[in-house]
C-alpha cells in the first residue's frame, strides 16, 4: 500500500480521523446505500431538503480513509446548495478524482481538490466517489443500493 502515501494528504487524514456530519437524519427527505465491494467502503447518505435546496446532508457507514474522508468533505460542500449545483458538482468531481478536468482547474475545488490524487489509482477512485454516486441515487430516487461494480 505505499503507492497509496502520496494521496493520503493531511486534510483526508483529518477528516477520516472525524468526519463532518457523521450522523443519520431522523427525517430525511431521500437517502440511498452505496457499497464499494472492492474496498469494503460502505455509505448511507441522507439529505433533508426544503425545496430544491439541500437544508441538511449526513452520511454513515464504514470505510477506509479516502471513503470516510471524501463523504465528510462532500456533505460539508454540499449543505444550502440547491439540488442543481449538486449535480454540476458531483459531475465535475467524477471529473476530477478520475483525472478527466486537467491539472489546471484543481484551483476551482478548495479543499476538494486533493481527490485529484486518486486519479493515479483507480481502485481508489471508486472509494473517493462512493459517496458521490450515492447522493446522486438519493437525489434521483433510486431504490437500489449503489455499487461501484
Ligand atoms: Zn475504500
Known amino acids: ?36 465491494p472492492l474496498c469494503g467502503d460502505r455509505c448511507t447518505v441522507y439529505v433533508s431538503l426544503q425545496g430544491d435546496v439541500i437544508e441538511d446532508i449526513g452520511f454513515q457507514g464504514s470505510g477506509c480513509a479516502i471513503s470516510r474522508a471524501s463523504a465528510s468533505m462532500m456533505t460539508q460542500s454540499l449543505k ?8 454540476n458538482l458531483f459531475h465535475r468531481f467524477v471529473g476530477l478524482a478520475t483525472g478527466q478536468n486537467g491539472d489546471e482547474k484543481h484551483a ?7 481527490f485529484g490524487g486518486v486519479a493515479e489509482f483507480p481502485t481508489r477512485v471508486k472509494c473517493a466517489t462512493l459517496a458521490w454516486h450515492t447522493l446522486q441515487a438519493a437525489l434521483h430516487g433510486d431504490r437500489e443500493p449503489v455499487t461501484t461494480e
Open 80 to 87: 444550502g446548495k440547491t439540488v442543481s449545483e449538486a449535480e
Open 108 to 114: 476551482e475545488f478548495g479543499k476538494l481538490a486533493v
Open 1 to 36: 500500500m505505499a503507492d497509496l502515501r502520496d494521496i493520503y494528504q493531511e486534510v483526508i487524514l483529518e477528516h477520516a480521523k472525524s468526519p463532518r456530519n457523521f450522523h443519520a437524519l431522523e427525517k430525511p427527505t431521500v437517502k440511498a446505500e452505496g457499497y464499494n
